[in-house]
């Protein structure tokens, strides 16, 4: 009689090579978004540097960026009269907002003290200038 031989099953087993390609490509991507070589949104700006900058406390802040050629209100571009307005609108609940001015060291001191000047004169009192340590 004649007997067939069985043969072997193949057990199932997982493929380390592409888990591990895939894990090492999420943790280079990771590095490279938090040590900020991958831009962010907004414009590039060279903060001029003071060595009694300080951090600020948590509260309602905006973000003014300005340029030699336009101005933004957190990552927006916008007007000078459209920025006071959107201010307001953020300032409805009673609390007053924080306006941080990102000023690239390119900007002309009169455009930083006409924007200033108009945040001074629409009741923002909480105005401060974006420095880095040296």
Known sequence: MRSWSETKKAKPHIELVPMIDVMMFLLVFFVLISLN????????TQLP????SQELKPQTKAIVTLMADQIQLDGQATTLDQLTQTLKSKQQDGKPVAVIINSDKA????QLVNVMDRLRTDGFT???LAARKP
């Not at 900007?107 to 009169?110: C, S």
Request: charged content about 10%; aromatic content about 0%.
């Open 37 to 44: 070589v991958i831009p962010s949104q907004g414009l590039k």
């Open 49 to 52: 540097s003071a060595t009694t």
């Open 107 to 110: 900007v002309a001191v009169e």
């Open 126 to 128: 909480s105005v401060s």
